[in-house]
């Protein structure tokens, strides 16, 4: 059984468009926000992992997000966010978004473990997940 | 056969995140800008929308991308933008991202044409898409 | 004696950008951020506003920053809201952003009070705060 | 006389929020971009100033706008940039946006120019402008 996390965000004025919703790239954005929340559930925060491992974010490889009900400002959001599948390079983050809870979208990324390289035209190279990182992303008690 | 437009975008320093490469979500933004260039290539400028048919945005039930190569500060992206399978209340949008002719990501949004209803908690209803749009954004010549 | 709030935010990873801090227009963010918090502390959440007195949103007319220590990932930042001079039809708020203690800006807005008016250019028409509004931002009490 | 750039941007919908009228943060990105502008006119475009000075981004000691017209979806905005007192270390740069040429809005930011020091708290040690980016900033011709 792999790790989950779970992260609450308020929306904000500021985050929605003239429909007076959410502007949906934010969506992503807090995708984001719930992805670091669940590396330092597991012990692995931000800051340490690229001190520790040199890696430069976690480039995404996919996407996605299937939207059920709009959300406006000041609505309080829970993001439930759980391991997908882990590959040697690749793992996958599944986050399930609800509002007192009742679903509001459910959004799906597939990211790579990447680490800077000069000699390539675009500046990254993928990597294997470190064992240590796999353990803790997958281990069933609190770090 | 449907329409389809080109979009082009600068990838400006404050796009990018602190591995120096565009931070995902603002790839989705520039599919919404994407998209309502299309419509406006079809002779349907957003602001024309929404005075004549009251539509407030055009909400998301669907978004993915795959990303394929990462984009960097002043990169100069080509987005080709064509209307997928338009069905009674949603459309399709597909968006290529291209730097120099090599292909960056592909896009994929689905849309649903809606209304403010104030009777709705969510505050939104789906509506058919009134058949002049349809006939523009499914004519063969330019508008 | 005015009122005041506290609004503690996150820095994010998107929030930062290439040189790994925080994008200067996020701190503007999160002035508004903080803006609707001080309302909401004194009993005026922004739903309420506009459903109550139809504003919307509290349009700017100045906005400035000083910039001391620059913020990174992670960083836990604590926004120090407070109500400077109120007039007829605006109100200064003014922000003081640390971290641990320690100051990182203060940025100063001046917003109006606004209503749409579809008879205007602009669509917006400036009109004198509601004495309630002012009872409740000047109360020295919690309310 | 010291050198000035025009750029010109689209309002899109996802940069407004729910009053319709641009998000004012906004404003502070595009200063942004219109500063990177400024310098891409005067020959110093961001990544070559990155590999030959080892530069990190140009950051803020100050930002301010005075707001006069909102502006909405569609709007074609010109961005006119002049450079103001240059000093050993920062300089500041002054951004007239207007719309069919009636002012929107003024903004004026104070930069530093910063590298990267590792042995500093905050990563970042002010440093004089070099000798030949000044001459670029200044010379009366086009570069």
Chains 1, 2, 3, 4 share one sequence.
Request: aromatic content about 10%; charged content about 20%.
């Amino acid at each position: 059984m792999s790790r989950s996390a779970t992260t609450t965000i308020r929306v904000e004025w500021g985050d929605c468009d003239p429909a007076g919703i959410v502007y949906y790239p934010r969506f992503f954005h807090w995708c984001d926000v719930a992805t670091w929340n669940l590396f330092a559930v597991c012990g692995l925060p931000l800051i340490e992992l690229q001190k520790r491992y040199g890696i430069v974010g976690f480039p995404l490889l996919e996407a996605s997000a299937t939207f059920r009900v709009p959300s406006r400002p000041q609505d309080l959001i829970v993001i439930a966010t759980s391991l997908g599948p882990l590959r040697r390079k690749t793992l996958e983050l599944r986050h399930a978004f609800s509002r007192d809870g009742a679903a509001l979208l459910e959004a799906r990324e597939v990211r790579v473990w990447a680490h800077h390289d000069a000699t390539r035209p675009n500046g990254l190279r993928a990597a294997a997940i470190p064992p240590e990182v796999v353990a803790r992303l997958t281990a069933s008690a609190p770090a």
